[in-house]
């Protein structure tokens, strides 16, 4: 099988995993830069041009776009769908999980588990928007944030109300949730892959840290996980429409809650805290599922 791994960066140890596992179960693979694609839209015969070439026919895409790029990225993953090309994970999928309103709502939709949550654009009465959500400590989180940035919790009433109106002077939008207080810094990692979670860690803050992200000196380990939460994220998975998700999930004294579905998890932390070939696996989910044109949407969305 040709094999597209869209990734800006060869190196990065994600795409180093999956163009190794690639190899070894006998496919072709190339990595193709998304921001570099260049593309016609036309009823007949839509192309992929590359560096001035055509791009030839792939029979899967493996997208690995970062959130910076998902509007262009995105619009190229569509076009490989338009050409028939099976992606691992489907543009629309992708741009649903990636709005992070849009995703909690659909979650709430199906009953799964969420920390209370609020987010308002230009509330007149910001007391009320805390009190919706609990009150203080709470949490306010930046949308546009990645690996903990923007992330803020808020012990008192009067330090909830000076961020949110900080937040607000400046534009940004934000959600308020409800601060997992019982979760003590932790939360749970669950790797599914076509409906199993195949690979599930616990990353634990650092010392006087509320954020479990690595990036923020958080540390992981193997952790086995209950069913409900192994339903709640495949579960969550599902609800996204995504083959291949990362869903983060919190212990709260009301089972566990959806922090987060990601599109494209990284594999450093899992297979490092697991030892498992996650990247193994997701090959493996492409060779047995890739057939031309076989995407729920074909790019319709
Ligand atoms: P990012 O997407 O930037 O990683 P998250 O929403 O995942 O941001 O939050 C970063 C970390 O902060 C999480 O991994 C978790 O450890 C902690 N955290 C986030 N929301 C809550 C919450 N409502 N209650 C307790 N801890 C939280």
Do not use: W
């Not at 799964?112 to 007391?127: I, R």
């Not at 892959?193 to 000196?217: C, T, W, Y």
């Not at 994220?233 to 089972?255: K, P, Q, Y």
């Amino acid at each position: 099988m040709k094999i597209a791994i869209l990734s800006r960066n060869r190196n990065l140890y994600s795409t180093r995993r999956l163009i190794e596992a690639a190899r070894e179960q006998g496919h072709e693979v190339r990595v193709i830069d998304v921001l570099r694609c260049y593309m016609n839209i036309v009823s007949n015969n839509p192309t992929i041009h590359y560096r001035g070439e055509t791009l030839e026919k792939f029979d899967a895409v493996i997208p690995r776009i970062g959130a910076s790029v998902t509007f262009y990225g995105s619009a190229v993953l569509r076009q490989f769908e338009i050409m028939g090309v099976y992606p691992l994970n489907e543009s629309v999928a992708i741009t649903r999980s990636r709005d992070k309103l849009r995703s909690m709502q659909l979650l709430s939709r199906k009953g799964l588990g969420l920390p209370v949550t609020g987010f308002a654009n230009k509330p007149d009465d910001v007391k009320d928007l805390i009190k919706l959500v609990g009150g203080a400590p709470l949490v306010i989180k930046l949308l546009e944030g990645t690996q903990g940035i923007g992330v803020v919790l808020a012990e008192t009433q009067k330090a909830a109300e000076s961020v949110i109106e900080g937040f607000m002077g400046v534009k940004a939008d934000i959600l308020i949730q409800e601060y997992i207080k019982e979760a003590k810094g932790a939360d749970i990692r669950c790797f599914v892959i076509d409906g199993k979670v195949v690979a599930a860690m616990k990353r634990q803050a650092a010392p006087g840290e509320f954020r479990s992200n690595l990036h923020r000196g958080g540390s992981a380990e193997l952790i086995r996980i209950t069913p409900e939460e192994r339903s709640t994220a495949v579960r969550a998975a599902r609800t996204m429409g995504l083959n291949v998700a990362g869903v983060d999930l919190l212990r709260s004294n009301h089972g566990p809650v959806i922090m987060e579905v990601n599109s494209s998890p990284g594999l450093q932390g899992i297979e490092a805290a697991t030892g498992k070939d996650v990247a193994g696996m997701i090959i493996k989910f492409i060779g047995d599922n890739a057939r031309p044109g076989k995407t729920r949407t074909r790019g319709k969305g």
